[in-house]
């Protein structure tokens, strides 16, 4: 999980604050000596953390602590916000072209993830903002670069617009052209990398933003090169002028340093993110929020917005009334097992719960087998035994796991799950939080089981 080494670090250190009921100068410099130490493991770089722990000692050294916190506190939240303005202080956006298509020209160094990141992020806005995307093989060096993108564009449904190993300049300023006169209004340019950084690199690069004038230039580096990725973003911008970044891996780093140095290196936004390998697995850089994240205080608002890119509202509606008339069936807990399932990774969504609910979620996994023989074993029964699980006595417990060819402890095994998923949900959806509900929803995770829409999360209003 990212940043998971720096959390555990910053909250070792803040540790030693909470319980004072004032906080002197020296227990300040204690603090951020470890704050430096902390951050020079995550792999920042050394300016950079020079920079920021003197900010933070200037503004917390004889701060006057608000009546509603302790001492501790208040020092984590010049620490929260320091942090966030080291990555940028609010989320940048694409650059967006008045008239004509959009053209993204995704630039970077070879295995940073360009192709697949750049499908991912066509795939995105197309998912998210109804736009119609064109992907444009202009790597004609790479073997099956072309392939490549072909496949990613076929499973998001993205045409891909090619002209097999032409030149990069001219394929580039046909797509653009195909894309206006076949009303896509999004182009992404898939141009080639290097395993280091060449002149013959770059006046490739500058050839085709000559030639096309792109919106934006998005550099995409690995996350988990550290400063490598730093040193390639310093070094793309100083050539090229590039606009935003975006990180690939990061779920991959436990250390995040590239995340907390680029934007103080370059001045250059971080603008998305990749999370993981699977197609839906990218998401918009939230400064604050992954700050949040760091220190442990969980991101709600990313969950709250991956839930309503996952969960049906009408269906939410109904569940959450069903709930409250203790009418959830087995029926219901299939259908919140899929949509648990197409919330993604588990570990995630741990990393934006806070506190130890999201450490105690950080191992849970979904079993996607598991999760096959329940879905068998819940359809191999009629519609008032899902009604009504009471029903299922022994030899209807024979019978069904005899029509899913399991056996009757996997039925057994089953209705145990249903009955943990009930209290859970019986306790949520009265606005309580249980003690040990996050070892609860690992193991729900483990034993492929499935989570309702967080009851209420999709609907910002209640949070406000």
Known sequence: MAFE???????????????????????????????????????????????????????????????SLTPAQQIIKIVNEELTALMGGTGA??????????????????????????AKLAGMFKRMSGRRPLLVACDVYRPA???????????????????????????????????????YDMVFLDTAGRLH??????NELKNIKRAVEPNEILLVVDAMTGQDAVNAATAFDEALGIDGVMLTKLDGDARGGAALSIRAATGKPIK????????????????DRMASRILGMGDMLSLIEKAEQSFDEKKAAEMEQKLRKNRFTLSDYLDQMKQLRNMGDLNQIAGMMPGQLGKQMANAEIDEKLLRRQEAIIL???????????????????????????????VNRLLKQYELMMQLTKQLSKGKMPFGMGKNMANLGKLGGGMSKMHGFGRKKRLK
């Open 380 to 410: 191999s029964m009629t519609p008032k035994e899902r009604e009504n699980p009471a029903l299922l006595n022994a030899s209807r417990k024979k019978r069904v796991a005899a029509g899913c060819g399991l056996d009757v402890s996997d």
């Open 272 to 287: 998305f993110a990749g999370t993981g390998e699977k197609l839906d697995m990218i998401e918009l850089f939230h400064p």
């Open 145 to 183: 670069a072309i392939t490549q993108l072909q496949v990613v564009g076929q499973q998001l449904g993205i045409p891909v617009f090619e002209m097999g190993q032409a030149d990069p300049v001219k394929i580039a300023k046909a797509a653009v052209s195909h894309a206006r006169d076949h009303g």
């Open 197 to 202: 950084i060449d002149q013959q690199l770059m």
């Open 5 to 67: 080494g720096l959390s555990e670090k910053l909250n070792a250190a803040f540790k030693r604050l909470r319980g004072k009921g004032r906080v002197t100068e020296a227990d300040v410099r204690e603090a951020m000596k470890e704050v430096r130490l902390a951050l020079l493991d995550a792999d920042v770089s050394y300016a950079v953390v020079k920079d920021f722990t003197a900010k933070v000692t200037e503004r917390a050294v004889g701060v006057d602590v608000l009546e």
């Open 93 to 118: 956006k694409l650059n967006f072209a008045n008239k004509g298509p959009t053209v993204v020209m995704l630039v970077g160094l070879q295995g940073a993830g360009k192709t697949t990141n750049g």
